[in-house]
């Protein structure tokens, strides 16, 4: 099906973050769209102010009309959702035309230039922050995010650029239905074990989306990672790092909670780029945005203000309090490489500080195969404070459990297990210096409420 024939799209797994920038796209264009999710959310709310239609029942009789029609009507599905779906049945028996979301992003990049940002981690704000120097630039561009961006409050720009910013995400193997023009590698840490087994497995993966590439692009990737590449002829290769690379920064000043530093780059370096996030791991990723903008055709100019400017991503090492007296922030860090940047980010900010930490795991599988560097990670804070494990899409696997992390902290870090649940009263009954909570699950839903405590204690 041509996407210039699609008169409705209906998304199975509607709330999502990646989804819903892809309704949003659609909804722009005036076409009506549909969906089911399971929970409601601050996100489901947002759509259907904006015209979508959600239901929150596994009901075929809830699916819009204009949805019915398997000749004018795209299904569009998460892999998170189960194969025996009762409407995810519906339409595979009908004759529906059904993709994931990585596959209309595919279409995408080959009606665009796809400028797309693929890794363990860091790739949410490195998308983002490119999107934001593209889109205030002559350039301007479209974009797919994975999280909310602070400048636009939405996952998802609009423009009649010949440029589309996406974040290319490896779960599922989900980032090979794309065609990048150019894409940043931030990380190759092995994540997701469940869907691929091994870690040379996983870094396989990465080196067939490097295959990918159309030729006249350009790989920029993070250097030292372990996976190797496979360009085809024509694409041009770069690398970067914090202090070294053909991109890097360099003359590194940060004081009084600001952060200024010179971009070194082969084709033009700029000095003097202020961040507007002002947080340690923000130098290294705002070096792969630039790279990338650069390339397409940003000037110097363009780059200084969009980085200046830039104001972050929710969940992103998101400050809710920032004071004297108490420093709160949440951060979407779920994986033990992100915990460890997070951590130590913060760390550098904080020296003389207690830094207290919140964190839910994500995913049992996530939580047995990484528990040791889980707790590495957390031990660079002064106190850890343990919940259940949030289990997404998984079932339970017996033996494993938050007690793992626990156990493993290193002697000297304060240390608790608590329920989700009690967390508010936790919050309620304690002091904090520096707090964060941290994790990919449903915690992040309690960080309104933690705020308001936070306050009305402060005004005491």
Known sequence: MDIKDIKAVYFVGAGGIGMSAIARYFISRGLVVGGYDKTPSTLTRQLEKEGMLIHYEEDVDDIPRACKTPQSCLVIYTPAIPAEHLELQYFRKNGFEIQKRAQVLGTLTRQHKGLCVAGTHGKTTTSTMCAHIMHQSHLDCNAFLGGISKNYGTNYILSDSDYVVIEADEFDRSFHWLSPYMTVITSTDPDHLDIYGTKEAYLESFRHYTELIQPEGALIIHRGLEMQEALPEGVRRYDYA???????????RIHNGDITFDFVSPIESVKNIRLGQPVPINIENGVA???????AGCTADELRIGMKTYG?????FDFKIKNDQL???SDYAHHPKEIYQSARSIRELYKDRKITAIFQPHLYTRTRDFYHEFADALSLLDEVVLTEIYPAREQPIEGVTSQLIY???RAGVEKQLIRKDDVLSFVRSHQFDVLIVLGAGDLDNYVPQITQILKEKQKK
């Not at 945005?289 to 390339?295: E, I, R, S």
């Not at 972050?312 to 992103?316: A, C, E, I, L, P």
């Open 242 to 252: 914090l202090t070294e690379g053909d991109f890097h920064a360099e003359n590194i």
């Open 327 to 329: 420093v709160f922030l």
């Open 312 to 316: 972050g991503v929710d969940r992103r």
């Open 407 to 409: 156990d493993n902290l």
């Open 289 to 295: 945005a630039m790279a990338m903008a650069q390339l």
